[in-house]
């Protein structure tokens, strides 16, 4: 079994930044990607960033220039820096796990962009 953790969501104006992390623990033998869904009210689930065991990464467009990605192997934890904030930014970030074929997933952290 796998557990998620995601950290550092909150309120911000829109413009700022918000750093999030998500650790990773329990039976991570071989990971073949992490990265970061988010989904706001009434919306659909998106995928955001992403990123590969072989560090390659993907954005959605609209975060392209804006959000970087990246990982730390040796704690197992995948970050999401995200600067200049718009208020459609505003959703619930979700971390997730890619092992052996199964997705694993974390619990969410609430990001609102004030306008």
């Known amino acids: 079994q796998v557990q998620l953790v995601e950290s550092g969501g909150g309120l911000v104006q829109a413009g700022g930044s918000l750093r999030l992390s998500c650790a990773a623990s329990?039976?991570?033998?071989?990971?073949?990607?992490m990265g970061w869904y988010r989904q706001a009210p009434g919306k659909q689930r998106e995928l955001v960033a992403s990123?590969?065991?072989?560090?390659?990464?993907r954005y959605v467009d609209r975060v392209k220039g804006r959000f970087t990605i990246s990982r730390d192997n040796a704690k197992n934890t995948v970050y999401l820096q995200m600067n200049s904030l718009r208020p459609e930014d505003t959703a619930v970030y979700y971390c997730?796990?890619?092992?052996?074929?199964?997705?694993?997933w974390g619990q969410g952290t609430q990001v609102t962009v004030s306008s």
């Open positions: 990123i590969t065991s072989g560090g390659s990464t």
């Open positions: 329990g039976s991570i033998f071989s990971i073949s990607a």
């Open positions: 997730y796990l890619v092992q052996r074929g199964i997705y694993y």
